[in-house]
């Protein structure tokens, strides 16, 4: 079992591109979450989903940012038109269920020049 | 004011001493994690608390429901533990969602 598998590691865009982080969960696990922690600051949720469903998308910009987690394949993080503030580190975690502990991803860090 | 708190935010110690980090929450809460991430690195999720005390190797977590307080103990300290540990708690009718404290930056001397 590989664990959390994110990729890619770092990721560079020009402001204006598009960004997509993606989160292969643990086997068998069917919650994922996607934190975000911007330079020298904490970790803030931002969205919650299940196979094929957003659960909770409280912590998710307003606009530019979507997030999805379909029937076959990696959940993906996309940021449209990335600006210098979207420079960050965004993890994800998953769960087999509710309460259950997380094993987190290492990590997509994200760079906008 | 954060509704996780830690304490203190910076921690310096030589090898070999017993290291205590503090968590305080003002919400009800489902379960507390403590998690360990080194720098630039990905994080480890080292305890998940609802009630009592767990122990892993050299790491202590306790938890206080009644007065909203958890502490994560290291033994016998390590440079190789130096690291910010984090502690975040799921609330009660939240979405599992972890509300996280700032975190504690752990330097530990030879």
């Known amino acids: 079992n590989a664990g959390v598998m994110q990729n890619p590691r770092h990721l560079v865009r020009r402001r204006g591109q598009e960004a997509r982080l993606r989160c292969s969960p643990m086997k068998g696990h069917s919650h994922v979450y996607w934190y975000r922690q911007l330079p020298e600051e904490g970790l803030k949720f931002m969205v919650y989903?299940?196979?094929?469903?957003?659960?909770?998308e409280s912590g998710m910009p307003k606009e530019r940012f979507s997030a999805e987690f379909p029937k076959e394949g990696p959940s993906i993080l996309r940021i449209q038109q990335v600006v210098r503030g979207d420079s960050a580190a965004y993890f994800c975690a998953s769960s087999p269920s509710s309460n259950y502990g997380y094993t987190f991803g290492s990590g997509t860090r994200l760079t906008v020049v | 004011k954060n509704e996780v708190e830690q304490s203190p935010q910076n921690l310096t110690a030589q090898e070999g001493e017993f290291i205590t980090i503090n968590c305080s929450y003002s919400?009800?809460?489902?379960?507390l994690h403590w998690l360990q991430q080194h720098p630039g690195g990905g994080i480890v999720s080292l305890f998940m608390?609802?009630?009592g005390k767990k122990k892993h190797g050299r790491l202590i977590a306790t938890i206080n429901i009644q007065e909203k307080h958890s502490s994560l103990h290291i033994t016998a300290s390590h440079p190789r533990d130096s690291a910010v540990y984090i502690c975040a708690v799921i609330g009660l009718n939240n979405t599992d969602k972890l509300i996280f404290g700032t975190g504690t930056r752990l330097q530990v001397f030879p």
């Open positions: 919400v009800g809460i489902s379960a």
């Open positions: 989903l299940q196979k094929e469903n957003i659960i909770d």
């Open positions: 608390l609802s009630s």
